[in-house]
């Protein structure tokens, strides 16, 4: 079965520091990876998404992420946090079953970020 | 934003009745998905649907039903609901491009509440 594990629940950091939040996950089969945020009261927003190629992937507001297969890991980074990045965040993984298309997604890693 | 609409956005029923929920889509896009967010569970997966009258179940479909008799509608029921179905409950939809998925855009969610 496939599943998404991140591996915070809460990460709380201050402005302008840089900050990870981890996410791994498991499936025998070549999956897609995304990271959505969801900001209070609203739906949620696609930061980045690595379907194939480089390992390394660039997404809005300076997030990025890196796929690693060996690990089956997706962890997000940026290297400086400012408030407005204080929003709930989400790993996805999505593979090709006898349906078509199916995602599931990490419990979520809420992130603070603290003046 | 991507042409989603849910409805209705709040709703308070009462145990033991049923409830439809409504996704609505302009973007003429393939795949409709009905997802509840709970605390500490993220986005579960209740069912999904890869085309026209085509449906299959995720993970929480137990006391879910779903009908998509057209492209962009895809309806959410709850035959008779429970206190455990109180939550949010986000469509989203996504394409297929070349055989790879795209990332999925959601909609506003809507709160339901059962007394």
């Known amino acids: 079965a496939q599943s998404v594990t991140q591996l915070d629940s809460q990460v709380p950091v201050f402005e302008e520091a840089p900050v990870e939040l981890r996410c791994n996950y498991s499936?025998?089969?070549?999956?897609?990876l995304f990271w959505y945020v969801q900001y209070p009261n609203q739906g949620l927003q696609l930061l980045l998404k690595?379907?194939?190629?480089?390992?390394l992937v660039k997404g809005i507001n300076g997030f990025e992420a890196e796929f690693n297969k060996s690990q089956t890991s997706f962890h997000l980074r940026k290297p400086s946090v400012h408030i407005s990045d204080t929003a709930e965040y989400f790993c996805?993984?999505?593979?090709?079953?006898?349906?078509?298309?199916?995602?599931?997604f990490g419990a979520g890693t809420r992130l603070f970020v603290k003046a | 934003d991507a042409g989603i609409t849910q409805s209705p956005r709040h709703k308070v029923t009462e145990t033991g009745t049923p409830v439809t929920l409504r996704c609505h889509q302009t973007?003429?896009?393939?795949?409709m998905y009905w997802y509840r967010q709970d605390p500490g569970h993220g986005l579960r997966l209740i069912h999904y649907?890869?085309?026209?009258?085509?449906?299959d179940k995720g993970e929480v479909s137990d006391g879910y039903s779903v009908s998509r008799s057209k492209t962009e509608d895809f309806l959410l029921t709850l035959e008779s609901a429970t206190s455990s179905q109180t939550s949010v409950y986000f469509c989203?939809?996504?394409?297929?491009?070349?055989?790879?998925?795209?990332?999925?855009?959601f909609g506003q969610g809507t709160r339901l509440t059962v007394v």
């Open positions: 499936s025998s089969v070549s999956v897609y």
């Open positions: 996805a993984v999505t593979r090709k079953g006898t349906g078509g298309f199916k995602t599931i």
């Open positions: 973007e003429n896009h393939r795949y």
């Open positions: 649907s890869y085309g026209v009258k085509d449906t």
């Open positions: 690595y379907l194939s190629g480089s390992t």
């Open positions: 989203a939809i996504s394409e297929s491009q070349q055989g790879r998925r795209t990332e999925a855009f």
